[in-house]
């Protein structure tokens, strides 16, 4: 079966994939593979909004440091100036696509803030902005003629000179492309391009609990780790501190910007509690928020804390929110304008990735990375509130610049032989494999979360080990199929971050250690693997 051929090839569906898909389309042939359906990703999903400088009282000195106070000194300084000097363009691209963000009565933006923002600088779509912005792109991908997208397809490996050595005399360490599942005709595929952009979104489906949805299995980042491509700050994950607590119910999100409206943190007692932990009380950078909210359910042993909203203006919270307000009514029978709202820390966001330079460019000839999926130094030890969809524009948009001016399809002559596919389908062992997933999640939860110690991590890096001998020994005996992918991505996710946070023997940002409880100038770098 002959290859599928393109000038770009782009793994991911979200908005950095999105945004350069559109640029890049505009000098070759795009595919886009995507999982499930086109709009299936974190991007949808996100609620709070995009951070840029745009109101008056703000400047981009200011932004920088913000991102700098929570990155916790790890945040690379040319990434940051990028990012912050870039993104309100960014910011008009969107509106210029059609994204509708929210506005005032006046008929200006209304921008929001959100914790460890010192001005109001939040572009935001009421609470469901990531799927305003995702539906307009998709319209945009969907109507151009350079682009193809190929929905449920789910990326197995990267395709490397390791593949189609016998084609190379001296070249190594390139990207070719990507062998490909396509779940409805059980095939795989080649996928060849000129270049690859990962663009695979997070990672946090590898916890018990996480704000994400099950597509989050960090492909993009264990492909890259596989094929040898460098990885840095694995062992800083961000855990949301208010996701709503619903036992039994699928995780849901409750946004930073409801704390930045107003909303006040209540322990089980009823008593507000992060003035204790910090003087900005529930506007502390996420790392301080779920710690804090941590520590208070573990003094009583109580299963969650309270978001308190009741004191607000019940018409202006049920147009700011109604997605949130219109949940919590459904499916908790909760009138949030009067009732407080249950909530718990939950896995949301990987702040390492795929290292990048500033134009997207990994460790690898012809393989780009941006979004969740890459490190390009911006966020550091914590990432700042909303800059994560900024950094998906700002990176995407510069690796689209940078390969449009760069010759194509160099290595469009090499033979790449077809995925080797002889296994048998072991569905009997699968029943007890398939258990490894929710065994992997909960060592995860128990001993890699929001407080960790030197022992907890070995113990979960010895149980890793067994889980990922056992799965690859079924990976290699087998027929593929997405959810065996999907645990072999996670397991692999599973030790990047445990060997990460294993070699950091300091407490900085969201990488907690009981034992090695304060910061280090030994450690004021990145980990790389």
Not at 509 to 523: E, I, Q
Request: with cysteine; charged share 25%; net charge neutral.
């Amino acid at each position: 079966m002959k290859p599928i051929k393109s000038d770009y090839l782009v793994i991911g569906s979200g908005l950095a994939g999105l945004t350069f898909a559109l640029k890049v389309a505009e000098h070759g042939t795009v595919n886009i593979i995507t999982k499930k359906k086109v709009k299936e990703s974190n991007t949808n999903y996100a609620q709070g909004g995009i951070a840029a400088v745009f109101a008056d009282d703000d400047n981009l000195d200011l932004h920088k440091q913000d991102t700098f106070v929570a990155g916790a000194g790890l945040c690379h300084e040319d990434a940051v100036n990028v990012l912050v000097k870039e993104g309100p363009d960014r910011i008009k691209e969107l509106i210029e696509w059609g994204v509708q963000f929210s506005k005032d009565k006046n008929k200006q933006y209304d921008l929001a803030k959100e914790g460890g923002h010192s001005r109001n600088r939040i572009f935001h779509a009421k609470d469901m902005t990531g799927a305003e912005v995702e539906k307009t792109l998709i319209q945009w991908v969907k109507n151009h003629p350079n682009i193809t997208i190929y929905e449920n397809h789910q990326a197995i490996d990267l395709i490397t000179e390791h593949h189609v050595l016998g084609n190379l005399r001296a070249d190594f360490n390139i990207c070719f492309g990507a062998y490909v599942f396509n779940k409805d005709e059980k095939k795989v595929r080649t996928f060849q391009a000129g270049n690859t952009l990962l663009a695979t979104g997070g990672a946090s489906h590898v916890y018990l609990h996480s704000t994400n949805p099950k597509i989050a299995t960090g492909d993009g980042v264990a492909m890259a780790y596989r094929a040898g491509a460098r990885i840095a700050n694995m062992e800083f994950i961000q855990f949301h501190p208010t996701s709503l607590y619903s036992p039994g119910k699928k995780t849901f999100l409750i946004t930073e910007a409801m704390r930045g409206f107003g909303a006040v943190l209540r322990n089980a007692k009823g008593d507000t509690f992060m003035h204790q932990y910090d003087e900005r009380k529930e506007l502390a950078p996420r790392d301080i928020v779920a710690r804090a909210i941590d520590t208070e359910m573990k003094k009583d042993g109580d299963d969650c804390v309270y978001l308190d909203v009741t004191h607000l203006e019940a018409k202006e919270l049920k147009t700011r929110f109604p997605n949130i307000y219109n949940y919590c009514l459904k499916n908790l029978n909760l009138d949030i304008t009067k009732e407080l709202i249950p909530v718990v820390p939950a896995a949301h966001y990987v702040c390492g990735g795929v290292m990048t330079d500033l134009d997207g460019q990994t460790s690898m000839k012809n393989l780009y990375a941006s979004g969740e999926s890459a490190h390009t130094g911006v966020h550091g030890a914590n990432r700042l509130a909303s800059n994560s969809l900024l950094e998906a524009l700002v990176f995407s948009h510069r690796a689209a610049k940078k390969l449009t001016g760069l010759p194509q399809n160099q290595y469009d002559h090499v033979n790449i032989p077809e995925w080797y596919d002889q296994g048998l389908a072991n569905e009997e062992e699968w029943v007890l494999i398939k258990h490894n997933l929710k065994e992997l999640q909960s060592i995860m939860w128990d001993y890699v979360g929001i407080v960790r110690s030197q022992n907890h991590l070995h113990r979960a890096f010895s149980r890793i080990e067994f889980l990922y001998r056992e799965i690859e020994d079924y990976y290699k005996r087998t027929k593929l199929f997405p959810q065996l992918i999907a645990l072999r991505n996670l397991t692999a996710i599973a030790y990047l971050i445990i060997s990460s946070a294993i070699r950091r023997k300091e407490s900085r940002g969201l990488h907690f250690m009981n034992d090695f409880p304060r910061a280090s100038d030994k450690h004021l770098k990145d980990s790389i693997i």
